[in-house]
């Protein structure tokens, strides 16, 4: 059997001489499988002097990374995964900075540096932005691996060129290099660096100490004694052996080939094919069974007609990473298994039960308190991935499955998009993902989505299924203009053969609404109201006093005259 990469680890921080230590770092070494499947993951991360959340940066940056990285698809190359989770990262803090005080002022803002590195197999991947650093030594040379991106505007004056959370695209400088035994990877914040020469380093890392932590530990008070004011972060990284052979090129170069069309009996990767559940000129989509664990599970794999598309390879890997990061009894979930893979595929958990579309057909006239059930339902998957900063996108009754039981799950995220990556694919202009009677008119404006976009789509869904219609018919979608959105038309989903509250269709026009910012500020509002009629509805609606109580209105204006004729007849008496 392979024997495992096989790595030491030691670090050490401490806030030097200022109050709070704005520096975070952290590792994973996973076991196998994951270990050659994925690798072994550290970071370190440098919040700025100038920001007081700046701490709050630097935790989030590496804890997204170590969190997020592994949950990304097994498919996808060490660099692809790895930029991925570090760009949804740097949208999360943009958008914490611009929602915060300092959104006129970044160098305030929620702006860290971030260095990390990835080793899986015979090599070492590295990322960095910023001026934190990552070092090499091998035998007595020590070599510098990372570029520092520090501007500098005269001998004592310099700002952070590039920085996680300081702009919307960030570049990340990457490199990939091979291991040797004995490899010892330094990564360090530039409260150690900046106050200790090249020899110096090299003597204290070279050392015999009771272990890599007191080494760490010895490099920070040896900046500290040489005047360093900063915080002071050092994690140390030995490679003490490496596996007896490395995966396959392909694997390592994330350059998987498409798997082969698959029939019963078929095995890939230990998965045996049980059967074709469905095929498009997209995707092959096959049950199988994980001979491990006998557990079944979904295959999914990309047609052979899209193998010359980037993006939408993409995004089947994506699903995947997806499915991971949510954890949601209404989200599928990814299958367990995290063996080495030859080809390019996803696995996904088996969801009991039969399609909504299908569901529909069996139940064409549904009462309203079952489309409550079902809607709410979804709205809870679709809350699940919002909170994960997910959104859908592609809300239909064939992405959604119904069990015996009537549980609802969301099975397709193959459109989904995560903030803070931005859409590669276009196609002929701006790339509409959904299907487009359930997609949200600012997606045919070439806008991209927000929470309310999936909320007009779950509104679309309520409304098909109340009625078997649309809102809008098949307007939306040839609405390309603001100006021809303003003439789009809601057609009431109340009906003399419909039991349907008046209330609900108010509610529903609202959430269909071509304009976001006139819809409901949130699902939960929505689903609220589905069952609670909106106090502004009733009291747009209630008819006038005299309309409702009559007699008692009369009665009262009676009684107000009367009042009147008494203090006009004072007034007599007084003048007479």
Same mark, same amino acid.
């Given at each position: ?320 990473? +997806?499915?991971?990061?949510?954890? $949601? ?7 367990? =298994?995290?063996? !080495? %893979? #030859?080809? &390019? ?87 509409? +993902?959904?299907?487009?009677?359930? $997609? ?7 806008? =991209?989505?927000? !929470? %309310? #976009?999936? &909320? ?121």
């Amino acid at each position: 059997m392979n024997s495992s990469l096989t790595v030491t680890v030691g670090q050490h921080s401490s806030a030097g001489a200022k109050p709070e230590n704005q520096d975070s770092y952290g590792a994973f070494l996973p076991t196998e499988p994951q270990l050659a499947v994925k690798g072994a993951a550290f970071a370190v991360a440098d919040g700025i002097s100038s920001s007081s959340v700046s701490a709050i940066a630097s935790e989030t940056a590496v804890k997204s990374f170590l969190d997020d990285y592994y949950c990304t698809s097994d498919g996808w190359s060490v660099q692809s995964a790895a930029e991925q989770v570090i760009r949804a990262t740097n949208g999360w803090l943009l958008e914490q900075t611009r929602q915060s005080p300092f959104r006129f002022d970044q160098d305030k803002g929620y702006v860290c540096t971030f260095s990390a590195v990835i080793l899986r197999g015979h090599e070492a991947h590295l990322f960095h932005l910023g001026d934190s650093r990552i070092y090499r030594l091998r035998g007595d040379t020590l070599e510098q691996l990372t570029h520092d991106h520090r501007v500098w505007q005269g001998e004592h004056q310099s700002y952070l060129g590039r920085a996680l959370g300081a702009e919307t695209d960030p570049e990340i400088d990457y490199r990939r290099l091979p291991l040797v035994p004995g490899d010892l990877f330094l990564l360090s914040t530039d409260g150690v660096h900046e106050h200790l020469s090249h020899q110096a380093l090299i003597a204290l890392l070279q050392q015999h100490t009771d272990g890599l932590d007191s080494i760490a530990e010895n490099l920070v008070a040896a900046a500290l004694a040489n005047g360093s004011t900063d915080n002071l972060t050092v994690q140390l990284i030995q490679v003490e052996k490496l596996p007896d052979c490395a995966r396959t090129v392909a694997a390592e170069a994330g350059e998987l080939p498409l798997p082969p069309i698959l029939s019963a009996g078929d095995d890939v990767d230990g998965y045996t094919i049980e059967r074709d559940i469905h095929a498009s000129h997209r995707s092959h989509v096959y049950l199988a069974t994980d001979r491990d664990s006998g557990t079944p599970v979904i295959l999914k794999a990309p047609s052979v007609d899209q193998s010359e598309d980037p993006a939408h390879l993409q995004r089947l890997l994506m699903e995947e990473w +997806l499915a991971r990061r949510v954890n $949601s009894p209404h989200v599928v979930r990814a299958a367990e =298994s995290r063996r !080495p %893979r #030859s080809f &390019l595929y996803t696995t996904l958990e088996v969801v009991e039960g039969q399609t909504l579309r299908q569901w529909m057909t069996d139940n064409p006239e549904p009462s309203l308190e079952t489309v409550r059930g079902i809607i709410e339902q979804v709205g809870r998957g679709l809350q699940a991935l919002h909170r994960a900063e997910i959104l859908h996108q592609d809300l239909r009754p064939e992405n959604i499955m119904i069990s015996a039981a009537g549980t609802v799950t969301l099975i397709d995220l193959g459109s989904a998009k995560v903030a803070g990556i931005a859409e590669t694919a276009q196609e002929n202009g701006q790339l509409i +993902l959904g299907t487009a009677l359930y $997609s949200a008119p600012e997606y045919f404006l070439g806008d =991209s989505g927000t !929470p %309310r #976009s999936d &909320l007009f789509s779950l509104a679309v869904l309520t409304y098909h299924l109340l009625s078997g219609e649309f809102p809008y018919g098949t307007q939306v979608a040839r609405s390309k203009t603001v100006a021809a959105q303003h003439k789009l038309r809601y057609r009431t989903v109340l009906s003399e053969s419909r039991a349907i509250p008046a209330w609900i269709d108010a509610t529903l026009k609202k959430a269909l609404q071509p304009n976001p910012l006139r819809r409901h500020e949130a699902l939960s509002e929505f689903i609220y109201e589905l069952r609670h009629p909106n106090p502004e509805y009733i009291h747009s609606t209630r008819p006038p006093l005299m309309e409702r109580y009559p007699v008692r209105f009369w009665q009262s204006v009676s009684g107000v005259l009367l009042l009147f004729v008494f203090y006009l007849l004072s007034l007599i008496s007084q003048a007479t």
